[in-house]
């Protein structure tokens, strides 16, 4: 905290600096708990923020200072309502939390969301209170660590007219005062919004969809312009005659475009109503894994529908206006001879054939981005993870968030743990401080003599897990150099550690690392272990250097019971949690999942893109197909006279086939040659989310064009046979 505070003070271009800390934190009413989403806050939080109490008054710097002594804590408002039934008494009195007493000195009001915007904001308390919901923060070991800023996220508000450079600048220059060592310039984010790990998460993904999306509407503008042109140029007769009456080219325009707006108005409706649906499964695609907090939230609000019906409006405008322009040139004279299979201008159709040309190379480029973000999706759910998620349970307790401290919550993990080992149908268990995939890390760093940081690889931080004997057999991870925990190891015993390939590799260039030691503070441990690497952080990612910890050698807060059942985990449940009830009901399950859930939420996203990428793909094929149709299909009937005359003097039908299919083949060849271009730029673009696959895979590349290839030859083929089955008299005699 001393330098979030040196921070507020050596930044006059900010109007205030606060750190805060999301933590799930227990609070108890009566016998049972329940946990609440809470935040450990400086004093600067509520007044840099704007913030207003609904009764009461909210946290300043005096109650943070003070709170060794007197410990004071804020509700959200609708905790406020949901638990204290809105009662203005609750100002004054106290309440357990994480089996601490809080006295409430206020709520703040209506509509305030804290600092996390997918968070339901729930209680706050000074950041000074941190060992009462982590304990390894407690104690003297811990006081020193509570004042760094490396578990505090920073946030402040810059004051009326000061640039974000200025701000940056003043930023940096207090940190160098605070740590001269320092390395890396700091990056000011905006936080209007507060802070959204969420927006994090999808904000490239949801870039990406709005491209193909946008991509997908030139497509659908193209071919409805082309249809639209193709309807007008039929009708060129009957708008010679309104011409020939006195009709004004402006007025035929409008007619023509509030015929299109009576379409885009339908399409439109149905638009309208097939969102919710692709609502509800996108959020179902977004959400599949995901629980709590976590889960994302898709609405059609006001302000969408509105974007959704003035771009309804605006497509419809672009798509009319031209074959509208283009319908009212011909000559009058040409119209009324209803002459519609020669009075089309030369203009008209290279205009068509231009759209067909466009519909054709987007639909490469989306074809091509379809493949490359489907082979993504199919890489990271086929990748090895180093360890077997199938029918493991994660229970994410807390002991010490009911009021227990020191040998208390070592003996009730110690319970639960051979408990839940005792029940029928469960074949491993262990506890674990760091579950795979899950949202709790640690990072620490360390010293390996004879690992120099400045002439070597990479830093001296890694990753640390605290865990039990039986954690490797759980996850079906092996040993693959000396030993696991047993019962050598663990509280009064010699620190030992096991260590993963990857941090073999890095520090030890791959040698036998067993028997040697490393530094992590002032505890020195010896390496006894290497176990095989795992992605147990992110798939992405890969295996991070990790070193792995007796749990009883650790601070035991916050541990994850994992449970692997023979059969279905659902069996499992219930037992588990009457386990749990019987040994404290005032501890809450801060979480419940399978391990194999969480790894499906951690590809949500690429399972969102490669979902909606492969439906926007085959839409794109099916506007395509419609264009190339609906071209050759008018240039069959422009030649229905010509056709009838090579077939009555004898032609062979498989030379007219190649006469009429000749233009066909033109538009396809120019539309791929474009579209390779355009599909090779957006392989680049949607290099940031590929895994596993190359931007410029030439198979992916292949495919796409061999697809696009097949639908153009469906699409032409129905034209080309209408006309090669007609009577050749019919087609001499016809206007």
């Known amino acids: 905290m001393r330098t979030i505070d040196a921070l507020d003070e050596g930044t006059p271009a900010f109007a205030g600096i606060f750190g805060w800390f999301s933590r799930p934190i227990n609070l108890s009413t009566g016998d049972d708990g329940r946990w609440v989403n809470g ?105 020193e660590r509570m004042h760094t800023m490396s578990w505090l996220v920073p946030m402040g508000r810059v004051e009326t007219g000061v640039a974000r450079a200025e701000a940056q600048r003043q930023v940096w220059l207090a940190l160098q005062e605070i740590d001269p060592d320092r390395q890396g310039r700091p990056r000011l ?25 946008g991509l997908v509407l030139l497509v659908a503008c193209a071919n409805l312009a082309n249809l639209l042109l193709a309807r007008t140029q039929g009708r060129t007769g009957e708008l010679g005659v309104r011409v020939s009456l006195g009709a004004s080219r402006a007025r035929l325009v409008r007619q023509l475009l509030a015929e299109t707006a009576v379409l885009a108005i339908a399409g439109g409706l149905g638009g309208f109503a097939l969102s919710f649906w692709i609502g509800d499964t996108l959020t179902g695609i977004l959400n599949a894994g995901r629980s709590g907090a976590s889960t994302v939230h898709v609405t059609s609000d006001g302000p969408v529908l509105a974007f959704a019906a003035l771009l309804t409006c605006a497509t419809a405008i672009l798509c009319g206006l031209a074959p509208a322009w283009q319908a009212t040139r011909p000559e009058l004279f040409g119209l009324l001879k209803r002459e519609p299979a020669t009075s089309g201008s030369g203009n008209r159709m290279v205009l068509s054939r231009t759209l067909v040309v466009v519909q054709i190379a987007v639909s490469v480029a989306v074809v091509f981005g379809a493949g490359l973000l489907t082979q993504t999706l199919r890489t990271l759910a086929t990748v090895d993870l180093g360890f077997d998620a199938d029918r493991v349970i994660a229970l994410r307790v807390d002991p010490s968030a009911s009021g227990r401290s020191g040998a208390q919550v070592s003996a009730t993990y110690d319970e639960m743990l051979a408990r839940a080992r005792a029940l029928p149908g469960v074949t491993a268990a262990s506890l674990a401080s760091s579950a795979p995939h899950g949202t709790m890390s640690v990072t620490m760093g360390i010293e390996v003599p004879g690992y120099i940081p400045g002439q070597m690889r990479g830093n001296t931080v890694v990753s640390f897990n605290f865990i039990s004997s039986g954690h490797f057999e759980t996850l079906g991870q092996s040993v ?53 690497d795992s992605r147990d952080q992110a798939i992405r990612t890969g295996p991070a250097d990790t070193v792995y910890i007796h749990e009883k050698q650790g601070p035991q807060s916050g541990m994850t019971l994992l449970v692997r059942a023979g059969d279905a985990p659902e069996r499992v449940v219930p037992p588990l949690l009457a386990i749990l009830g019987s040994i404290d009901r005032r501890m809450p399950i801060a979480s419940m999942h399978t391990l194999d859930a969480d790894v499906e939420a951690g590809i949500s996203s690429e399972r969102m893109l490669g979902y909606l990428s492969t439906l926007f793909a085959a839409l794109t094929l099916l506007l395509s197909g419609i264009g190339l149709y609906g071209v050759l299909a008018a240039a069959v009937v422009r030649r229905t006279r010509e056709i009838g005359l090579r077939l009555a003097l004898g032609a062979r039908r498989g030379n007219l086939v190649l006469l009429l299919g000749r233009e066909g083949a033109a538009l396809l060849i120019a539309g791929v040659a474009v579209g390779g271009f355009l599909a090779l730029a957006g392989g680049q673009a949607l290099e940031g989310v590929l895994f596993g696959v190359a931007a410029t895979d030439p198979l992916t590349m292949t495919g796409s064009i061999l697809v696009l290839t097949a639908v153009a030859l469906l699409a032409t083929a129905v034209p080309l046979r209408h006309a090669l089955r007609g009577d050749p008299m019919v087609a001499l005699r016809s206007e």
């Open 39 to 143: 935040e450990l806050v400086t004093g600067q939080y509520y007044r840099t923020l704007g913030a207003t109490p609904a009764v009461g008054r909210l946290l300043n710097d005096e109650d943070v200072r003070n709170a060794s002594a007197d410990p004071v804590c804020v509700l959200g408002h609708g905790l406020w309502q949901r638990v204290f039934g809105g009662d203005p008494g609750v100002v004054g009195r106290t309440v357990l939390l994480n089996g601490q007493g809080y006295r409430v000195v206020g709520v703040t009001a209506r509509g305030f969301h804290g600092a996390e915007l997918h968070r339901r904001f729930d209680v706050a308390v000074p950041a000074t209170r941190i060992g009462d919901f982590m304990p390894a923060f407690g104690g003297a070991a811990g006081a």
């Open 189 to 213: 984010q905006d936080g209007a919004q507060g802070f959204n790990p969420t927006r994090q998460e999808f904000g490239r993904p949801v870039l990406v969809l709005m491209g193909v999306a």
């Open 480 to 532: 693959i150099r000396g030993r696991d925990f047993d019962e050598r190891d663990g509280r009064g015993r010699p620190p030992v550690a096991i260590v993963n390939e990857t941090f073999v590799e890095h520090f030890f260039d791959g040698r036998n690392p067993i028997g040697r030691r490393l530094r992590q503070g002032r505890e020195e441990l010896e390496i006894v272990g290497v176990v095989a």
